[in-house]
């Protein structure tokens, strides 16, 4: 791997700025300065959220690559390292997400109809995490399996991972840090259907769902088999209290 030792470019250049700054074009009239402002954060909000996203995808597959095959602690490290900053960019995402709050509805209403049928609902890297997640139903999931892989690599029981491995073994960190990650995207879930349900109302979405009872029904927090197995943890110690006062 050949590193360059200096790229020569100065902060404008390095970030690509002026062509980044060039992306966003409010379709709404200047002249109402609220609704074209309300309509430029609303651009801006997609954008960055998806910014985020590929950041958490290239995270993710990282993490599910070391997952399915770890030749070294120090790669699970880095896996650990991967998984609780997805979560933590989601969060970000979840942040972004609310600063649409402030956004005033009858502009919202104003430039609603010129978005067309466009909405997050065809958004490919949304698609794509929940697929890697296992939101889509199908399977498990590119996440889950590569988990599955590292129990069967070390020897480890999904049911043992809260309960028999200490709290800095490594496996109980990565599933640690998926749960932290699923958490994180239950709450992005929550806040995209709360922001949609104080904008929308009882109105549909734009890609002609029903809208806010439409996203409640897909809200779910991804990893079920290990939420489950980190619940066990409450019936050894309601075990081990019984056992005492027996
Ligand atoms: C005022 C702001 C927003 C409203 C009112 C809103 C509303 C909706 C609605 C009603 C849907 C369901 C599909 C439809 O019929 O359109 C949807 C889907 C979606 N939106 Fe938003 N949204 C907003 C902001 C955002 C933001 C900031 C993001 C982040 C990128 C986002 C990402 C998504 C995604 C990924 C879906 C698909 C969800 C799924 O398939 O479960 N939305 N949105």
């Known amino acids: 791997m050949s590193v360059p030792r200096n790229g020569g470019s100065d902060y404008a250049e390095y970030l690509r700025l002026a062509p980044l ?3 966003q074009h409010p379709r709404y009239p200047a002249e109402d300065a609220w609704t074209h402002g309300d309509e430029h954060l609303f651009i801006v909000v997609h954008q960055s959220c998806e910014l985020m996203l590929r950041q958490v995808l290239i995270d993710l597959r990282q993490a599910a690559r070391v997952m399915s095959s770890p030749d070294s602690g120090r790669d699970l490290e880095m896996c650990v390292g991967n998984l609780r900053r997805s979560g933590e960019v989601v969060g ?8 649409l709050y402030s956004m005033r509805v009858d502009s919202f209403a104003s430039f609603r109809p010129l978005l ?4 997050g609902a065809q958004s490919a890297q949304f698609r794509e995490l929940r697929l890697v997640l296992g939101l889509s139903g199908e399977r498990n ?3 889950f399996e590569a988990f599955e892989a590292l129990l069967a690599d070390t020897g480890c029981q999904i049911g043992d991972v809260f309960t028999g491995l200490s709290p800095d073994h490594v496996v109980r960190r990565v599933a640690d ?3 932290t990650l699923s ?3 239950w709450q992005w879930q929550n806040q995209h259907l709360r922001l ?6 009882d109105a549909g979405g734009t890609a002609g769902s029903s809208g806010a009872a439409y996203l409640e029904r897909r809200t779910a927090a991804p990893f079920g ?6 619940s066990s943890v409450h019936d050894q110690n309601a075990s081990t209290v019984r056992a005492e006062g027996a």
């Open 116 to 119: 067309g049928n466009a909405s």
């Open 21 to 23: 700054l060039d992306l």
């Open 225 to 230: 088999t290990l939420w489950r197995a980190r």
């Open 196 to 201: 949609a349900a104080w904008m929308l109302g």
């Open 92 to 99: 970000l995402v979840t942040g972004l997400t609310s600063g």
């Open 141 to 143: 999931g590119l996440l």
């Open 177 to 179: 840090a998926m749960l």
């Open 183 to 185: 958490e994180s995207v």
